[in-house]
């Protein structure tokens, strides 16, 4: 009886070990698994046809629908990894506008959603090893004044692009599981509609 009672014992024990493993091992192992297995996204600005896109536009007006051409500065995003980047978005977190000491001032610093390209704001899902541009600011024809492409907009816009300047974003792209990613762009405004001075820094 009493070898019958320590066998008992000694299978309970192994027991409680072996779950206590494996509840360890769950914890190590699904962070570890999670960081294999995780997209990493990219984000780059050149300065072609693709990044300083013209596009045709229809503005609203009171006299009805205007046929425009408008100019969009956009960057790439790129998911360089096999796995998708699931609920993928972009945001503006700060803009800037350099002085005649050439030092820069915040002229927004609060975090709004760009929109990708044709698709809006909503998030989105970039598969592995695909592409995918954002739009950061634009101007057209009908509208000759720069206005970046978040939603919503905000109305302090129109006042900080009143003046001519170069005006650097700061825009941040995440998703689930994924470091997030900064890139900077910086437009030399000069109140041009088609304007072709843009780059990006760093």
């Given at each position: 009886?009493?070898?019958?009672?320590?066998?008992?014992?000694?299978?309970?024990?192994?027991?409680?070990?072996?779950?206590?493993?494996?509840?360890?091992?769950?914890?190590?192992?699904?962070?570890?698994?999670?960081?294999?297995?995780?997209?990493?996204?990219?984000?780059?600005?050149?300065?072609d046809e693709h990044c300083l896109r013209q596009t045709p536009v229809v503005a609203v007006s009171a006299n009805g629908e205007i046929h425009?051409?408008?100019?969009?500065?956009?960057?790439?995003?790129?998911?360089?990894?096999?796995?998708?980047?699931k609920n993928s978005r972009a945001y503006v977190s700060r803009i800037e506008k350099r002085n005649a000491d050439g030092f820069f001032e915040?002229?927004?610093?609060?975090?709004?959603?760009?929109?990708?390209?044709?698709?809006?704001?909503?998030?989105?899902?970039?598969?592995?090893?695909?592409?995918?541009?954002?739009?950061?600011?634009?101007?057209?024809?009908?509208?000759?004044?720069?206005?970046?492409?978040?939603?919503?907009?905000?109305?302090?816009?129109?006042?900080?692009?009143?003046?001519?300047?170069?005006?650097?974003?700061?825009?941040?792209?995440?998703?689930?599981?994924?470091?997030?990613?900064?890139?900077?762009?910086?437009?030399?405004?000069?109140?041009?509609?088609?304007?072709?001075?843009?780059?990006?820094?760093?």
């Amino acid at each position: 009886m009493a070898a019958s009672t320590n066998v008992d014992s000694v299978n309970w024990v192994s027991y409680v070990i072996s779950v206590g493993v494996g509840l360890l091992l769950g914890v190590i192992t699904e962070p570890l698994r999670l960081w294999l297995l995780r997209p990493k996204l990219t984000a780059a600005f050149t300065a072609d046809e693709h990044c300083l896109r013209q596009t045709p536009v229809v503005a609203v007006s009171a006299n009805g629908e205007i046929h425009s051409v408008a100019k969009v500065v956009q960057f790439l995003v790129r998911n360089e990894r096999r796995f998708s980047a699931k609920n993928s978005r972009a945001y503006v977190s700060r803009i800037e506008k350099r002085n005649a000491d050439g030092f820069f001032e915040i002229a927004f610093a609060d975090r709004l959603p760009l929109r990708w390209a044709y698709i809006g704001a909503t998030a989105v899902d970039i598969p592995g090893k695909t592409e995918l541009y954002c739009d950061v600011a634009g101007a057209s024809q009908a509208q000759p004044w720069l206005n970046p492409h978040t939603e919503p907009s905000a109305q302090l816009f129109h006042q900080i692009f009143d003046d001519h300047a170069v005006y650097r974003f700061t825009a941040i792209v995440t998703a689930d599981n994924v470091l997030p990613t900064t890139i900077q762009i910086l437009i030399n405004w000069r109140g041009n509609w088609n304007f072709v001075d843009v780059w990006q820094e760093g």
